[in-house]
């Protein structure tokens, strides 16, 4: 059972992440330095007052718990404000002009080739202004209209004459925010760049760099790998396992593998970085079983982690990995009561202090629920059952494993996903030992690529491992039997089912009264919460044209009934912009339409698709105009309807619709320009 007294790094981490949470939804405090530092000096005093003050009291304890947590809490602002590279003064948006600019720039990670682009982040080192350069800080991402004649390496200087662009709000409900996720690596611009806009600077000296010394290592696995001949499958899948180069693997792989439950092992993780440190506790403990050489051990560990950080380019997955199990390895050789809890909530800490914006990242948060739902949950159904079988027991454990992780990371998943993998522990158990070959054989093909005979028996094992770890893979993937999609799930859900979780699981284990009204308190709120929810969103009709480009397509709301006319969105384009809407609710129904006129109650919607006249007879209240149809507008001067122009049009076909309509004395909107039209009916 958890013991909160012997876990003293959560009373320290709890107020810190509330500090955070609060940087995150009101943004940085007024006067946070002055703040920050009178409570430095307030904590000094409170602790000697309630260390030497001689009454027994509880005020003095509490006074100086209250001083300590106010700071806590105002350290998370310090270090927010300190992580956005933005506040310091040499850093390059102090001087971005809305025109073109001279930049210079050191591109500092692998080249990404699409059909379209090549993408690339640069680190800054010079900006012109006005004539003038400037000394600058910072990074940003380039894409380059792709051109076979260049070719960029990591570490090479390249000059830029382009302009710094912004990167634009979510411009649909509920759409991925790509401007606030670029903002949390502090990237607050992008720059598109021609062929003829670009050069490389040969003779410009450059800095040496652990984080370029750790990406060109990645880049050469990565050349490697490719030169090998591997199937675009297999090359994509152990790049990503190995050193984590998962741009180039197939969207429709990543569903796959996302479908099964089996996603982790796509990117370098936890899991890669535990089997080194597994398989070096191992040989250790084969010629050293009396346990005489744990320094030496320990040492050996944390060597071989930082080389494993520096080969994968410094992976933030890989780096918080490290970072945990050499405490943990430094924990056991050092000090022999120390508390695994603590050691698991020092390295969130540390990474936070940071990073504070790693609290968003749905890797960060996986990583440490999987790994705490493995301390906890683990031992408690790992000692229900023992095979006698050492092989069977194998197996076994790698199912209770993944049983225990996926039961804690089960509200992030939901919240982040939406989606929830049926056969996720069937997958992990066959997929999990077959990546672990995967990962072995090429690891030995990049020792052993220039032997020829090696080489091509090598080839032939990764790809025929591969094409067995995707065929299992596509067996879950059905929605029908395979995972349960659509699943609406908020911040209040994944607070609820937490405290569930770890009040159900209180309950098991102590079979106490208190425990167990804990966890009907929970119940009764989550599902009231639910209940007041649901209940609103049964009231509301709502009308939606989305964003998106160059198409057109509408969802009318009525309840839980969507009635969505997307038919001609992509698979993909669907999912990105219309499906985020949809998880928002609970238990959507959708029905698909094909109509030019809707109705609900007095409310009129009337599409212009295949309508050159509108007459007073219809009384549209709103009318959606779509791919460049005329419509007559000296009509509708009784009615008066709202224009909505979908993203299907042209902007010159736009702008003038516009004119005519202000001409009119008609409300105009443009989707194109501001973004998806929304309106309560």
């Known amino acids: 059972m958890l013991n909160f007294k012997t876990i003293p790094f959560f009373k320290i981490l709890l107020p810190y992440i509330l500090g955070i949470m609060f940087v995150l939804k009101f943004g940085l405090f007024n006067n946070l330095h002055l703040l920050f530092i009178s409570s430095s000096l307030l904590v000094i005093p409170t602790y000697l007052f309630q260390k030497y003050f001689k009454s027994n009291s509880n005020f003095k304890k509490w006074i ?93 200087a390249v000059f830029i004459n382009s302009k710094f662009s912004y990167v634009n709000e979510p411009k649909n409900p509920y759409e991925f925010n790509y401007k606030t996720f670029l903002e949390n690596k502090n990237i607050y611009h992008v720059v598109y760049v021609k062929p003829k806009q670009l050069s490389i600077l040969k003779d410009m000296p450059n800095s040496f760099s652990f984080m370029q010394l750790g990406a060109a290592i990645k880049a050469k696995v990565v050349f490697i790998l490719r030169s090998c001949h591997l199937s675009q499958k297999a090359f994509s899948i152990c790049a990503a396992l190995l050193v984590g180069y998962d741009d180039e693997i197939d969207k429709d792989v990543m569903q796959i593998f996302s479908h099964s439950g089996t996603l982790h092992i796509l990117s370098v993780s936890g899991m890669h970085t535990g089997l080194l440190y597994g398989l070096i506790i191992a040989i250790f403990l084969f010629f050293d079983k009396h346990d005489r050489y744990k320094k030496t051990k320990c040492l050996v560990v944390i060597i071989s982690l930082i080389l494993f950080v520096f080969i994968t380019g410094f992976s933030p997955s890989v780096l918080r990995a490290a970072l945990m199990l050499t405490l943990v390895i430094v924990g056991k050789t050092f000090y022999k009561q120390g508390n695994a809890y603590n050691t698991l909530l020092v390295s969130a800490f540390v990474l936070l202090l940071f990073n504070p914006y790693l609290i968003t990242d749905a890797g960060f948060l996986l990583s440490y629920f999987a790994v705490f739902g493995i301390m906890y949950l683990y031992p408690i159904i790992h000692r229900q059952y023992v095979f006698t079988n050492s092989i069977i027991q194998w197996f076994w454990n790698l199912i209770l494993m993944s049983v225990a992780a996926t039961v804690f990371t089960l509200p992030i998943s939901l919240y982040f996903f939406h989606q929830f993998p049926i056969w996720f522990a069937f997958s992990n158990l066959i997929i999990i030992p077959i990546s672990i070959g995967l990962m072995a054989a090429s690891a030995l093909l990049l020792c052993c690529y220039k032997i020829a005979f090696l080489k091509t028996v090598l080839v032939y094992i990764i790809n025929s491992f591969t094409a067995i770890m995707l065929w299992i893979a596509q067996l879950t993937d059905n929605s029908s039997y395979g995972y349960l999609d659509y699943i609406a799930f908020s911040k209040v859900d994944v607070v609820c089912c937490i405290l569930f979780l770890l009040a159900f699981f209180l309950f098991i284990y102590t079979k106490g009264y208190k425990q167990l009204m804990a966890l009907g308190v929970i119940i009764i709120l989550w599902l009231s919460a639910s209940i007041v929810v649901n209940y609103k969103h049964l009231q509301q009709t709502e009308l939606v044209v989305f964003s998106v480009k160059n198409k ?115 409300v105009f909107y443009s989707v194109k320009d501001k973004g998806a039209f929304t309106i309560k009916l």
């Open 64 to 156: 100086y718990i209250f001083s300590t947590h106010i700071f806590l809490f105002l350290l998370a602002g310090e270090c927010c404000f300190f992580y956005q590279a933005k506040h310091n003064s040499n850093h390059y948006s102090n001087h971005v002009t809305p025109s073109e600019q001279g930049i210079i720039g050191i591109i500092d990670d692998l080249p990404v080739v699409t059909d379209k682009f090549i993408k690339f982040s640069i680190q800054l080192k010079c900006i012109e202004t006005n004539s003038n350069w400037n000394y600058v800080t910072g990074n940003t991402i380039v894409y380059l209209k792709n051109d076979s004649t260049i070719n960029l390496q990591i570490g090479d």
């Open 552 to 666: 057109s397509a509408l969802v009318l709301r009525i309840g839980k009934h969507f009635y969505i006319d997307t038919k001609k969105l992509s698979r993909n384009e669907f999912h990105r912009f219309v499906k985020p809407y949809l998880l928002n609710y609970s238990n959507p129904v959708v029905i698909p339409i094909n109509c030019d006129a809707l109705k609900v109650n007095e409310t009129s919607i009337l599409q212009s698709n295949n309508l050159t006249v509108l007459t007073d007879d219809y009384a549209a209240k709103y009318i959606i105009v779509s791919d460049n149809k005329e419509i007559q507008l000296n009509s509708l001067h009784k009615t008066k309807p709202i224009i909505i122009a979908d993203c299907s049009n042209n902007y010159n076909f736009v702008k003038e619709l516009k004119k005519r309509c202000v001409k009119e004395g008609l």
